[in-house]
């Protein structure tokens, strides 16, 4: 369940940082709306996609078991199942709600934008730079985990995040608004 929790939260903090740059010359309303209209979209979309590939597997997993068996008996209505189904759909909503979760880090410097009066310029540097400061955290607990150097796990999540930022840019600006 981890790894769908750090998957949604980098896919939703990554594509919403990618709305939200491409949105750039729009009112901070409409790119709080297209962030977070975007994110809740992404997130259900991950639950969806989330639960229909476990429950596949799953479904493989216990048709292998029911042929490995000398008695074919119905494997669905035994307690195995039953805990397939359920990591089935907590998977698919750890997904999709990290995602979702995900996607409002980048959108926070906008919402205060609205609120305080802040420059959408500084609103962007700082959504980048949340979105980055994410991404770094979540290599590091993710180098933790893997027993990796958790410096070096961070550095790589971040520069991803750095990267995607610098093509979303490059495809802002070479796209006339």
């Known amino acids: 369940m981890r790894r769908y929790i750090f998957r949604g939260l980098i896919d939703g903090s990554l594509s919403t940082l990618g709305v939200i740059i491409g949105a750039q010359n729009a009112s901070?309303?409409?790119?709080?709306?297209?962030?977070?209209?975007?994110?809740?979209a992404n997130g259900l979309s991950n639950i969806l996609g989330a639960f229909t590939a476990e429950k596949s597997e799953a479904e493989r997993k216990l048709a292998e078991i029911q042929k490995a068996m000398v008695?074919?008996?119905?494997?669905?209505?035994?307690?195995?199942?039953?805990d397939m189904l359920k990591s089935t759909i907590l998977s698919g909503i750890s997904d999709g709600v990290s995602t979702i979760v995900g996607s409002v880090i980048p959108v926070i410097p906008f919402i205060f934008s609205l609120l305080f009066g802040f420059d959408k310029r500084q609103a962007l540097v700082w959504s980048v730079v949340l979105t980055i400061a994410l991404l770094f955290v979540i290599g590091g607990v993710i180098g933790r985990v893997s027993k990796g150097n958790l410096l070096v796990s961070g550095v790589k999540m971040a520069l991803a995040g750095i990267a995607t930022a610098i093509v979303c840019t490059l495809i802002e600006k070479w796209i006339p608004t």
């Open 71 to 82: 008695v074919y008996p119905e494997l669905r209505k035994t307690e195995l199942y039953k």
């Open 28 to 40: 901070v309303g409409i790119i709080i709306a297209a962030g977070i209209g975007g994110g809740i």
